[in-house]
Every structure is written in structure tokens, then in C-alpha cells.
């Protein structure tokens, strides 16, 4: 068991990239991401992408109100906006952050789940 320790540790002071790689913990929908635009996110943002699935929206829910935790981020409809933000489980955007903001389509903003595109 030494040994592995041992190895273990020498691989992450060879290899310090892996040891300080990011996660990026994403509860989605199965099959909802092509696996190439997960290679190219992790590339593009120096991460791994670890995906949870879920089937449903109720079972989103269902999930967190048991107390899930440690996404990053979670891919629901609109119909579970409401409920997501009404339990506190969505934060607030900072557009500040998002310096691109104005080049999304109006037509996807101010959706009547998300007024004034708060989430």
C-alpha cells in the first residue's frame, strides 16, 4: 500500500497539471451534449466535465430536495426554473462576468420563467 502511495505522489509531482485540473460537476440530460462538445469545453476551459444524469424533471427535483449537492451546474426545462429559484437553488447571474451578454438574440432573453434574466 506504500508503494501506491508512494507512486501516486510521485506521478502527481511529475505530472502536476493532473493534480491541479479542474472539475466541472454538470447535471444534465442523458445524451443532451454531443461527446465532442465535452472534449472541446474541456479543452477550451482546462477541466474535466463529470455529468450526472437525470430522465425527468421531477427527478432533477426530486434529487435535489433530498439534498444533492456539488453541481456546478444543472440543465433543466423552464418549467423547472420557477421551482429551482423559489428553493434557492439557482444563484443570481453576474452579468458583469459576461461581457458577451449583448450579443445574445433578444428573442432568448427575458424568458417568462426568468424575467429580467436574474438566473
Given amino acids: 500500500m506504500k508503494r501506491l502511495a508512494a507512486l ?4 502527481l509531482l511529475a505530472f502536476p497539471a493532473l ?3 479542474d ?6 440530460w442523458n445524451n443532451y451534449l454531443a461527446p465532442e462538445t465535452v472534449k472541446r469545453f474541456e479543452a477550451f476551459c482546462k477541466c474535466t466535465v463529470l455529468q450526472t ?6 427527478e432533477l427535483l426530486a434529487k435535489l430536495a ?6 456546478d451546474m444543472y440543465v433543466p426545462t423552464s418549467h423547472a426554473v ?8 439557482l444563484m443570481p447571474i453576474d452579468k458583469a462576468q459576461l461581457p458577451n451578454l449583448k450579443n445574445i438574440d ?3 432573453l427575458d424568458a417568462p420563467f426568468d424575467p429580467g ?3
Avoid: M, P, V, W
Avoid at 501516486?8 to 506521478?11: K, M, N, R, V
Avoid at 444524469?53 to 421531477?58: K, Q
Fill in 23 to 28: 472539475e466541472f460537476h454538470l447535471y444534465n
Fill in 66 to 71: 433530498a439534498g444533492a449537492k456539488g453541481y
Fill in 53 to 58: 444524469f437525470y430522465s425527468d424533471n421531477e
Fill in 106 to 108: 433578444s428573442a432568448y
Fill in 19 to 21: 493534480a491541479a485540473r
Fill in 82 to 89: 420557477q421551482t429551482l429559484i423559489k428553493s434557492g437553488r
Fill in 8 to 11: 501516486a505522489a510521485s506521478l
Fill in 117 to 119: 434574466n436574474e438566473f
